[in-house]
């Protein structure tokens, strides 16, 4: 009798489904279950199901904190020096939508539905229906297959708020596209809570009687920061970095939300992070309502626990931290990803894990989940083990690798580069475009996340923590060549980071010649422009 080989699965497929849900700027401490100054106010009682009944990640991290560059290495497993995704400019096209195609290869039927923000077509998957760019919050687009090229095949959700319509999409698609004949690989995407935070109408009440409590970085933190974050003698800090208040003269949410004029500083920067936060929330609470719309499906369908279930905000979010708005930061309510994983059949619920996990590992964790081993192109590395018996496997990477290209763009954040461990943090602002040019001064950081875990006091000068401050660069150095982020890509980039490296007493006096240069600039460029 003649064999036949087959794949394993293709005589009694009980591999899990996997659905990947993702939100935009949804940070951990707008998560219940993270336990923030937040948290009493329930903001995510559907999300928070997902860690009472499986395992909660406390130190997952994006490698770089901006919505292109994280969705690129959750699709590539790969760095974004390595994907070629730097920055909102970049895209993947069909042929390296890894994650898609390897899941398509082991047999499963793949959908994408919801914010893709990859500008090439999503072709890997099977289904897609994706909103164009960073798409709109009311009656919102969706490109989607058709006899027309891509991305001409357009549909629109009339009077529907974005949240809404794309579970809607899903809920259809497991009512009429889904075979069930296959595991399902689903990433379910959703553009909230982008900034502006456009919630949906019914949302309106929602938290407007509540004063929000403030982070106490919110305030003045005279010793966080550094040479690259204030300028010297704080001269910088109208320019660095967006702000809640009015200290960012280009861009804050009390211009943005025209808090009246007559108010104090502080009456004003207490306004405004309260309307902030209330609009914040109320996206999150449109995101949470919908979950439990579609947790609902896929209890009616019989695969609520035959699904590993995920979910994670693109990367992180400033709310109030540091006086920040955005993201982009290497500070951890920046970095941090939520990381939230539901697989009963061998997930231990209400279970926690510290160990470091990043956006590259993501990919190779699904697979793991549908059977598939790593291939060799992706460089992050499964962490399915961690989640399933809660301890790092032997020689389970310690640090996580951080790389902001984006110099001075959007939200005035310096280029930085840097190394985080469980302990410890590094940042290195070498404060350059790509060009090599429109310079802020240099600058390190260094943060004690044990006694310190807010981050305002830079430890880079206090001798007590020279030897950190040394083993953590020249660990910073290795990690780089590690993961083959060796300055090849910008070179003239690569020569400022490499000149201003040593912190010498001679570098930090170049840097304040820099710091005082940059700001004439800035006060050349607003005498410049006529007034309103």
Known sequence: MLAIAMAPWAVADERPNILFIMSDDHTSQAVGAYG?????????????????????????????????????CIMTGQYNHTNGVFDLNGRIEPKNQHLAKEMKKAGYQTAMIGKWHLKAEPAAFDYYCVLPGQGKYFDPEFRVQGDKPWPKNLIKKEGMHSTDAITDITLNWFDEVREDDKPFFLMHHYKAPHDFFEYAPRYEEYLAEIAIPEPKNLWSQPLFGSLATRGADDELMPYIGTSIGRRNLRRNYVDHYEVDSWLSDEDAKREAYNIYMKHYLRCVKGVDDNLARLFAKLEETGQMD???????????????????????????????????????????????????????????????????????????????????????????????????????????????????????????????????????????????????????????????????????????????????????????????????????????????????????????????????
């Open 306 to 532: 035959n699904t590993v279930i995920i979910y994670t905000g693109d990367q992180g979010f400033m709310l109030g931290e540091h006086d920040y708005m955005d993201k982009r930061w290497m500070y951890d309510e920046s970095q941090r990803m939520p990381f939230l994983v539901r697989y009963p059949k061998s997930i231990p619920a209400g279970s926690r894990s510290n160990a470091i996990v990043e956006n590259v590992d993501y990919g190779p964790t699904m697979l793991a989940f549908a059977g598939v081993e790593t291939p060799e192109y992706m460089q992050g590395k499964s962490f399915r083990e961690i989640c399933e018996t809660g301890q790092e496997p032997e020689g389970w990477k310690q640090e996580a690798y951080y790389r902001y290209w984006m110099h001075m763009a959007h939200h005035d954040n310096p280029g930085h580069v840097g190394i985080r461990t469980k302990t410890h943090k590094l940042i290195y602002y070498y404060g350059v475009n790509y060009e090599g040019k429109l310079q802020t001064p240099p600058g390190w950081e260094l943060y004690d996340l044990v006694n310190d875990p807010t981050e305002v006091v830079n430890q880079i000068d206090n001798p007590e923590y020279a030897e950190v401050a040394s083993d953590l660069k020249q660990r910073l150095a290795q990690l780089r060549q590690r993961v083959g982020d060796d300055g090849s890509h910008y070179p003239a980039v690569e020569e400022v980071v490499q000149e201003f490296w040593d912190d010498s007493d001679e570098d930090r006096q170049k840097a304040i010649e820099i710091s005082h240069e940059y700001v004439q600039a800035k006060q050349s460029e607003s005498k410049a422009k006529p007034q309103n």
């Open 36 to 72: 923030s100054r937040l948290a009493y106010l329930d903001p995510t009682p559907n999300l928070d199901r997902l860690a009472k009944e499986g395992m909660l990640f406390e130190n997952a991290f994006c490698t770089n904190s901006i919505c292109t560059p994280s969705r690129a």
